[in-house]
DNA sequence: GTCATTGTTGAAAGTGCTTTCAGTTTAGCA
DNA sequence: TGCTAAACTGAAAGCACTTTCAACAATGAC
C-alpha cells in the first residue's frame, strides 16, 4: 500500500528546528522579522520535511482565501467561456484561483446567493448573466462579499453592462448601408430559463426601431422566436428561409445561431451572402472562422474587466462601486 | 455606509437558542439525536439569525473539502471546454465545487504539482492532457491525493485514455473507402508547448499506416504542421492547397484546424468536398454547425468519467485504480 | 554601571466548526 | 418508590495556521 502518510505541519517544522511555530510562521510570511540564522534553520527543516502550509488552515487564520468564484449559467458555452477566459487570465496573474459555480436553475441560483457570501470561501464573486431580486443584491452588498455583475446592473453593486439597444441598431443600420431591403430577425426572444437574463429582446427593439427610422419595417413574419439549440433554430430558420418571399438579411440574436441559419441555408442551397445575407452578435471566436459578419462585444475584455475590478476592491473596499458600460462594434466580414 | 456586519457564528445561535454549540451543531449534522422541542428551537434561531455554518471552518473541521480540481492547459479552447462541461456535470450532481487551474507553462505545472495534493484544499484532482514526470506522478500517488488523467496514463494513477493512433487509421480507412487517392495531413505535430502533451504525432503515425498498408502514400509535401494558432494553420493550408497538384482530401489533426483549412478553401475558391475533402478531429459543437467530418472522441463523456472515478474513490480509496480506454469513432458529415 | 532601545522569539489566544466523552435528566420497570 | 437504562446535552479538545503581546537578550548611550 502507498504510504499516505500525512503531509507535516507547522509543529513538525518547529519540532525539528528546535523553535516555536510562531517562528515558524513568521519566516514563512514576514523573514524579515527573523533572525538570518534561525531562519537558514527553519528553511533547512522545512526543504527535509518538504513541509507547505495547508492552504484552508492558513485560509481560515488569514480571513481570506485567494480564490474568487463566478457563477455563471450555460459555462460551456462559447460566449460565456469566452468571458471565462477573460477572468481566468486577470485572476492567474494574480494568483487566485478560480471556482466556478455552474447555474441550471433558479433554485440553484437563490441557493449560490444566499449561502456563497455566509460561507466565505471565496474573496469575491463574479455573476454572469444572472438576474436578482432587489433582496439578493442588497444581501450580497451587505454582506461585503465584493461584488461585480456582467450583463446585469444594480446600484448596489459593480456592474459590467453592454448596450444591447445599440447593438440591434447597428446591426440594422449597417444592413441599410449594404443595400438590403428586407430584414429578418431569429433569436431566444422568449426563452424558458428563468434565472438567466436575456439581452436578445433588447437587441430586437434596437433593430425593428432603426430600420424604422430609416423608413423600414419589420414584418411579424420576418420576427421568429427559437430557443438556443441547434435543433429548434434550424427548424425557424427553415420556415424564415422557406417562405415565399424570403427575407434579404437575418440578425441572428447570437453567433451560434447564426452558425446555424448557415448551415440551414448551405442546405437549402442557398448562398450568403447573395441569397441570403447574415448578422450574428458576439463575436464568439469561430465567428471569424467563418467569416460572419457580427457585433464584437469584446467577451474577453468584460471577463478580465471584472475580475480586475474585484481585485482592485478586494481589501480596499471603500472605493466607490463602478458601473461600466462596453461599447459593441460592428465586424464586417463575409455574411454581408 | 452599508453594515457589513459579520455573520453570525454558531456561537450566536447558541446564546439565542440557550444551549451549547455542540447541540447546534448535533441539529445540522445529525438531527436524529436531539429532542424534537430542542431542535425546534435552535431552528428557529437559525432562521431568526439567518445563520449559515462557514464552509471553511466545517471543512477544517471535518477535514474534507467538497472540492474538486481541475489542471488544463488551454482551458478555452473548445475540446476543453467540453470536457469540462463533462466534468461540470458530474460535479454538481454531487455538490461538489470545480476550481479551476489554468497551466501555462511547465513552471506552472511543477508549481501546482507540488504544491495542490499538500495544500490539502481539494479533494481530488483531474489532470488534463499534460504529461508529467514518474517522480511528480509518484508524489501525486503517495500523497493520497486521488488524481485522474486524461490523454496521460501512469500505472500509479487513474487514466483515461483515446486511442490516437487509431484515430489516424479510421480516418485513412474513411477517406480510401470514400474513392479519394491523394492524402494531405495537417497539424501541430511539433508544438512549442513542451508542457502540454500532444496526441498528434500519434494521430499522423496511424494515418500514415493505414495508408501504406492500403497501398498508397503520405508523401513529405503533402505533411504540414502548423501551429494551433488559425494564422499560422491558415497559412499552411494555403500553401498546401495552392500547390500545383493539390491533394485531394486533407486530414486535420483537429477540429478548430480543419475550420481554418475550412475557411481558407472558401478563400481560394475550392469547393468542399468535390475539390477537396476534409476530416477533422475531436468533434467539437461546431464541427456540426459546419458539417465537418471528423473523429468523435467524446469529450464530454471523458470528463464525465473522470469525475465520476473521482468521486468514486474519494472516501473509499482502496478501489484499483481503473485505466479507461475510450472508444473512437467517425462521424461522416458533408466534408468527405 | 545603569537605563532605554532595538531585535528576536515563544506562549497563547483566536478562527468556527465537529466530535468525543462524561454528566444530567428522563422514562421505564419492578 | 427506587433503580437502571436510554436519551439528551455541554465542556473541551482538536483542526493548522496567524498574530498579538510580553519576555528576554543584546546593544548602545549616558
Redesign the pocket.
Given at each position: 500500500m502507498t504510504a499516505q502518510k500525512?503531509?507535516?505541519?507547522?509543529?513538525?517544522?518547529?519540532k525539528k528546528s528546535?523553535?516555536?511555530?510562531?517562528?515558524?510562521?513568521?519566516v514563512?510570511?514576514?523573514p524579515?522579522?527573523?533572525?538570518?540564522?534561525?531562519?537558514k534553520r527553519v528553511m533547512d527543516a522545512i526543504d527535509q520535511l518538504g513541509?507547505?502550509?495547508?492552504a484552508?488552515?492558513?485560509a481560515?487564520?488569514?480571513?481570506n482565501t485567494d480564490r474568487i468564484g463566478v457563477l455563471t449559467p450555460f459555462f460551456t458555452a462559447p460566449s460565456f467561456v469566452q468571458r471565462l477566459r477573460g477572468v481566468a487570465s486577470a485572476l492567474s496573474k494574480a494568483n487566485y484561483e478560480l471556482v466556478i459555480y455552474p447555474v441550471d436553475s433558479m433554485d440553484h441560483l437563490q441557493g449560490y446567493i444566499s449561502s456563497i457570501p455566509?460561507m466565505?470561501n471565496i474573496d469575491g464573486l463574479i455573476i454572469m448573466s444572472l438576474s436578482m431580486g432587489d433582496q439578493d443584491a442588497l444581501r450580497l452588498s451587505k454582506s461585503g462579499m465584493e461584488t461585480v455583475l456582467i450583463e446585469y446592473s444594480h446600484p448596489q453593486l459593480n456592474s459590467i453592462l453592454i448596450d444591447d439597444m445599440n447593438g440591434g441598431r447597428l446591426v440594422a443600420e449597417h444592413l441599410i448601408k449594404k443595400g438590403y431591403r428586407s430584414f429578418a430577425f431569429l433569436g431566444d426572444i422568449e426563452p424558458p430559463e428563468r434565472f438567466a437574463i436575456h439581452p436578445i429582446k433588447s437587441r430586437l427593439t434596437g433593430y425593428k426601431q432603426a430600420l424604422q427610422d430609416a423608413g423600414f419595417s419589420l414584418a411579424k413574419t420576418y420576427i421568429r422566436s427559437a430557443p438556443y439549440t441547434a435543433m429548434e433554430t434550424r427548424q425557424a430558420a427553415r420556415e424564415l428561409i422557406g417562405l415565399s418571399k424570403p427575407p434579404a438579411a437575418i440578425f441572428a440574436a447570437s453567433d451560434m445561431q447564426a452558425m446555424s441559419v448557415m448551415k440551414v441555408a448551405r442546405e437549402m442551397g442557398k448562398r450568403i451572402p447573395d441569397d441570403l445575407a447574415l448578422v450574428g452578435f458576439d463575436d464568439i471566436d469561430v465567428a471569424e472562422h467563418v467569416d460572419l459578419t457580427t457585433i464584437r462585444q469584446h467577451l474577453d475584455e468584460s471577463g478580465r474587466l471584472a475580475a480586475e475590478i474585484l481585485l482592485s476592491r478586494i481589501g480596499e473596499s471603500e472605493r466607490p462601486l463602478q458601473h461600466i458600460n462596453l461599447p459593441l462594434k460592428l465586424i464586417e466580414r463575409l455574411t454581408t
Open positions: 500525512k503531509s507535516p505541519t507547522i509543529y513538525d517544522v518547529a528546535g523553535v516555536s511555530i510562531s517562528t515558524i510562521s513568521r514563512l510570511n514576514d524579515d522579522k527573523v533572525n538570518p540564522e534561525t531562519h513541509f507547505i502550509p495547508r484552508d488552515a492558513r481560515r487564520a488569514l480571513q455566509l466565505r
